[in-house]
């Protein structure tokens, strides 16, 4: 099997067929962090597109000796960046309200179930995507890429184009929001 | 950590192993009991945020991406001349010219299995016209068969799959035609079109309710069937401009 490397070089070459494989090789990844992103699936499937399109254009910048996930990956990053941007207000209205309606009036940081099943209840989640709404696009950007990406405080830096201290106060100041919102459930100070 | 106890924010990233002096914060926490509980505060909420679980994707999903990716790409490196729809679908009398000029190119290379006699320019271009106006209509009938079906249930669309791979071909060589005669409006429409085609065409036979509603969504929003309502109208406007007399005239051709 063909190193992206090599895929790369015969795409620039004019072999529009080798994008194929770098397409299929990277989309389910790069679907995953769109929708880890955008926390919906119409807008991460535009980001995957996005995102291709963007890279196939950008194939000459590409430097040889780098990771080409990666790259695609602060490509994704970006593109799911610009969507929420662009798309904030449509965001805000397809967010699930917490126990099924705002207008039934239930509290969202009402008391949790027992703490030993935290990690799992589905309120938990609730909690969580509502904390996330109240994240500002760089804060979710930031902290989804470090919590679920893995990806190390530089990487962040580069993908969102902020320095090391930007970064790790985005990722803080995201973490401080979850915690107001899972504090009573967790049993700690908010 | 500037201080005697590290700060929260040094907490959290000392938690994704981030903190600068990770070892020093490490040793701290080992001593100091408030700055363990607080660590721990933060350790409780990290660790509560579990992965979302993702939509589930077919087999066939690299093969959709693809399928969806592929129209839109020009040269690798050169940006693709996407131009939006936003101009007046109309067909021109230059565009009618060359797509003429196509589907008659088509037509004579094709071997013929009995001579026919020769036809007259305004008989071609009714030909013409009634082809592409053809090709709109079965293409809607395309969409709107995926439009239509229940978005809650599994779609087997095989039948559509195969039509929409018939008139794939088609309309790249409309497109083409388009693009040539600088109509960039009605090229963008027939890429937009080609595009869902392409999707429907080399998809799998079977979506699920996900998939079939994330094409449907795709279709309205491009507002595919208006465009094809549109040139179509125009296509028969330019048929029905043609006074009686010519009328009759084109039929004595045929």
Not at chain 1, 108 to 129: F, H, K
Not at chain 2, 72 to 93: K, T
Request: hydrophobic share 40%; net charge neutral; proline share 6%.
């Amino acid at each position: 099997m063909d190193e992206d490397d090599d895929v790369v070089a015969r795409v620039r070459a004019g072999d529009q067929e080798g994008f194929r494989i770098l397409v299929e090789r990277h989309s389910r990844s790069v679907f995953r962090l769109a929708y880890r992103m955008t926390r919906n699936e119409l807008d991460a499937e535009d980001v995957v597109q996005e995102s291709f399109l963007r890279a196939y254009r950008r194939l000459e910048q590409f430097e040889a000796r780098a990771n080409f996930g990666s790259w695609l990956y602060r490509i994704t990053a970006n593109c799911a960046l610009d969507l929420l941007r662009s798309r904030r207000r449509r965001e805000r209205d397809e967010q699930p309200s917490l126990g099924g309606a705002e207008g039934e009036g239930k509290d969202p940081l009402a008391p949790d179930p027992a703490p030993d099943r935290l990690a799992m209840s589905a309120e938990v989640r609730r909690r969580v995507t509502a904390a996330m709404a109240r994240m500002s696009t760089k804060e979710r950007s930031a902290f989804v890429l470090r919590h679920f990406e893995g990806m190390s405080i530089a990487e962040i830096g580069r993908a969102l184009q902020l320095d090391e201290g930007a970064t790790k106060q985005s990722i803080f100041r995201a973490v401080r929001k979850l915690r107001v919102v899972l504090a009573p459930a967790a049993g700690v100070q908010p | 950590m500037t201080g005697l106890h590290p700060s929260d924010e040094d907490l959290v990233l000392h938690f994704y192993e981030e903190a600068r002096e990770g070892a020093a914060i490490g040793d701290h926490l080992a001593s100091c009991a408030d700055c363990r509980r607080r660590f721990e505060a933060w350790q409780v909420t990290l660790e509560a945020v579990v992965d979302e679980p993702l939509p589930e994707k077919g087999p066939h999903y690299e093969a959709a991406v693809w399928a969806r990716l592929q129209p839109r790409l020009g040269r690798p490196g050169r940006a693709h001349p996407w131009a939006r729809f936003g101009r007046p679908l109309i067909l021109s009398g230059a565009l009618a010219a060359a797509l003429a000029a196509a589907f008659w190119a088509g037509r004579t290379l094709a071997p013929r299995s009995v001579p026919g006699p020769p036809l007259t320019a305004s008989a071609r271009e009714r030909i013409l016209l009634l082809a592409v106006g053809d090709h709109l209509e079965r293409s809607r009938l395309v969409l709107l068969d995926v439009v239509n079906a229940d978005p809650h249930a599994p779609f087997n669309l095989s039948s559509q799959r195969s039509a929409a791979g018939q008139l794939v071909a088609a309309s790249r060589l409309y497109r083409q035609t388009a693009q040539r005669a600088g109509e960039v409006g009605v090229a963008s429409f027939l890429e937009d079109l080609e595009r869902i085609l392409v999707e429907i065409a080399d998809g799998p036979d079977r979506l699920s309710p996900p998939e079939a509603g994330a094409l449907q969504q795709r279709i309205e929003r491009q507002g595919m069937l208006f465009k094809i309502r549109v040139i179509g109208t125009q296509v028969e406007g330019g048929e029905r401009l043609r006074p009686d007399h010519q009328r009759g005239r084109v039929d004595a051709d045929l």
